[in-house]
């Protein structure tokens, strides 16, 4: 094949990047995930271009520390995507993500997500688009294929039309997705993963810059994949276990920086916590995603429960934060 037309040279590092999770990488949760990496490109939660374009919040706020930062996208008409795209390389994001790749009812209903794998020539005018009004890479997160449509050719087809118009950076997730009968957290696990068929995207189409998605729940892992391909993207261990990132930078990415500690991390989250209560906000909103932190050592529990039970109370503070870290020393101390 080796068709490469068109080949954007205005990339993004993207060795390792944390997947856009709905509900889960908000931009509490991007803060923290930077104080562990430096060099993990980051993505917000798939956001509409309705909810850009006719919303009452602002959907494209984020905190400057979070760079390099991309905003993924759900829509499927040319010119609202690229309203969008120039909306968000004005406010400074580092690229713009189309999803071709979440299967759930709602975002077909939407026209897009997974669907519009069976619309490639929709998904180039879409890239376009956004490629005409914008300097920022223009990317786009896929599946292998959905439904019967999951052999090799249909891929490469896609890849074909989509490439075409400028778009050199693609993310695979290796399952193909179930439109119908299958729920989206069914269509992360059934769907049998095959890495195979993304190393062979890769080899046909050297020029393009391939991720892979999937599966991925080390850095073991995904160092193998990178000897395949141009970068890996985690998804939920990422969220469930976080700790996992403060070895991306010394282990994917050859940084020689000293990793930092758990407690270094709450600490320096607390500043961040503290400005967030003073515009109002509850501390719910950010240990919510630091449950993990703890995941698979002793006192875990201890952190998880006092957090659980206490930081959404009215008035709870950062001395919610500090007691439950008390809490992991007493248990430790306890066995």
């Known amino acids: ?61 984020y905190n400057q520390e979070e760079h390099p930062l991309a905003l993924q996208l759900g829509g499927s008409n040319p010119s609202e995507l690229a309203r969008c795209a120039k909306l968000a390389a004005e406010r400074g994001y580092d690229e713009v993500n189309l999803n071709v790749g979440c299967p759930s009812d709602r975002v077909q209903n939407g026209r897009f ?5 069976a619309e490639p020539e929709l998904v180039a005018q879409c890239v376009d688009a956004m490629k005409q009004v914008v300097d920022i890479p223009v990317t786009v997160k896929t599946r292998i294929g959905i ?7 249909f891929l490469t087809h896609f890849i074909d039309k ?8 693609f993310i695979i997730h290796a399952r193909k997705a179930w439109l119908s ?16 068929r993304v190393y062979q995207l ?26 395949h391909l141009d970068g890996v993207m985690m998804g939920r261990e ?26 270094a991390i709450i600490e320096a989250m607390l500043p961040y916590i503290e400005a967030h209560l003073q515009s109002g906000g509850r501390l719910n909103h950010i240990t919510r995603h630091m449950i993990g932190l703890f995941q698979g050592l002793p006192g ?13 109370k009215n008035g709870a503070g950062v001395e919610v934060i500090r007691q439950a870290y008390q809490s992991i020393q007493t248990e430790m101390i306890a066995q």
């Open 1 to 61: 094949m080796l068709k490469n037309s068109n080949i954007d040279s205005n990339r993004l590092e993207r060795t390792f990047s944390i997947a856009p999770m709905l509900d889960w990488t908000d931009r509490h949760y991007r803060y923290f995930a930077r104080l562990m990496s430096a060099n993990t490109l980051l993505y917000t939660e798939m956001v509409t271009t309705g909810a850009i374009l006719h919303g009452r919040g602002d959907y494209l706020a």
């Open 113 to 117: 997500g997974a669907c519009l794998m």
């Open 147 to 153: 439904d019967a449509q999951d052999s090799y050719e």
């Open 162 to 169: 989509v490439q075409a118009k400028g778009c050199s950076d």
């Open 181 to 196: 009968g299958l729920s989206p957290k069914e269509n992360r696990e059934i769907p049998p993963l095959d890495y195979g």
């Open 202 to 227: 890769k080899r046909d189409y050297p020029l393009l810059n391939i991720s892979i998605n999937g599966g991925v729940t080390t850095l073991v892992q995904a160092k193998e994949h990178l000897t």
């Open 238 to 263: 990422a969220y469930q276990n976080p700790y996992i990132l403060a070895e991306v930078d010394q282990v994917l990415c050859g940084s020689q920086s000293e990793v930092i500690s758990r407690e």
């Open 300 to 312: 875990a529990r201890a952190w998880r429960r006092y957090l659980s039970e206490n930081a959404h």
